[in-house]
């Protein structure tokens, strides 16, 4: 199973970054795909998710919801993060990942299979 996550970076307070994520086959057995965060010294958080056979059931921290948003491309076979007014309390690192459901992501249960994040730092 590969989630290779990429799109970090160093972005100013009021940005926007887009994460990509490209997924194996085998990482879609899974009902639900999508990004935490880690932050240093603390548990992680799902930040956004949303089920591979209806990607309208879709699930928002509630401190991003109204500025990240989840999204598929299907033509390059990826799941994206788009995400806007960041904050300096957005600085993390980002992780593709997959749950067996949305309750599972939603409580921040440990993910099923995940990659190597990518660093995202908003900071002026």
């Known amino acids: 199973v590969q989630l290779q996550a990429s799109g970090g970076g160093l972005v100013q307070p009021g940005g926007s970054l887009r994460l990509s994520c490209a997924p194996s086959?085998?990482?879609?057995?899974?009902?639900?795909i999508g990004w935490f965060r880690q932050f240093p010294d603390k548990e992680r958080e799902t930040v956004a998710a949303s089920r591979n056979i209806d990607d309208r059931s879709t699930y928002y921290l509630a401190s991003v919801r109204g500025r990240f948003s989840i999204s598929r491309d299907n033509a390059k076979k990826t799941v994206e993060l788009l995400m806007t007014s960041l904050t300096p309390e957005d600085t993390a690192v980002y992780y593709c990942?997959?749950?067996?459901?949305?309750?599972?992501?939603?409580?921040?249960?440990?993910?099923?299979?995940w990659g190597q994040g990518t660093l995202v730092t908003v900071s002026s």
């Open positions: 990942a997959t749950w067996p459901s949305l309750l599972a992501s939603v409580r921040g249960d440990r993910p099923h299979f």
């Open positions: 086959e085998s990482a879609l057995d899974d009902d639900v």
